[in-house]
């Protein structure tokens, strides 16, 4: 009976012993284990096959948050397959905000060549021979929703077209549907003053 409460009253200590809290680092036993030793990227690692401390990565390795476009190899946008051309839009009903990103962006990306109503008409493009080729209109019946999806005009500001090169490292994969968006919004209201304009 005595063993058995020296034994309780031990494991009793151990316990409260545990729980405390420590003012110092704990012991560790193996240090390494803990906190690896971490190499520079242009450092040189002998137990690297390639004798350099930066990785590569393993073949087909796909970054966290990163999703392939899956028409990358396709030549142009009428080329795309569906009935969407391409990508379906994930906006199926822009908000605000939606509108407001997508503002900024066009404002910042494509104003310069496209204008700022869309008309083909930007800051660069300027008298000829400035362009061999202007840039088209936004606004005008060749990009309108009838001639070009919203998979397709995606896939332009993905891959480019003639003299516009790729977007997709300025703009991010969700903002160039907002901008899709914008232009659209843009297509409406011009849309509108033309048939207000024919009523007068």
């Known amino acids: 009976m005595k063993k058995h409460s020296l034994r309780l009253l031990f494991a009793l200590a151990l316990l409260s012993l545990a729980n405390c809290d420590y003012k110092t680092p704990v012991w560790e036993y193996f240090p390494n284990m803990y906190d690896s030793p971490a190499r520079e990227a242009q450092e040189a690692d002998i137990f690297s096959p390639n004798g350099q401390a930066s990785r590569i990565p393993p073949h087909g390795a796909i970054p966290i948050g990163y999703y392939p476009y899956p028409y990358a ?27 407001m990103i997508g503002e900024k962006r066009y404002q910042t990306y494509c104003t310069p060549c496209h204008g700022v109503r869309g008309a083909g ?77 024919q009523a007068n």
Do not use: C
């Open 73 to 99: 190899n396709v030549p142009s946008q009428d080329s795309l397959p569906g009935g969407d051309k391409g990508l379906k839009n994930p906006i199926t009903k822009a908000s605000l905000g939606d509108l």
């Open 121 to 197: 008409n930007g800051t660069v493009v300027g008298p000829a021979p400035r362009f061999s080729q202007s840039p088209p209109a936004l606004v005008g019946s060749l990009v309108n929703s009838k001639s070009y999806t919203d998979g397709q005009i995606y896939h332009i500001i993905t891959m480019g077209r003639g003299g516009m090169g790729s977007y997709a490292y300025q703009i991010e994969p969700e903002d160039r549907w907002r901008v899709i968006a914008y232009i659209r919004k843009l297509q409406a209201f011009e849309a509108n003053n033309q048939k207000s304009s």
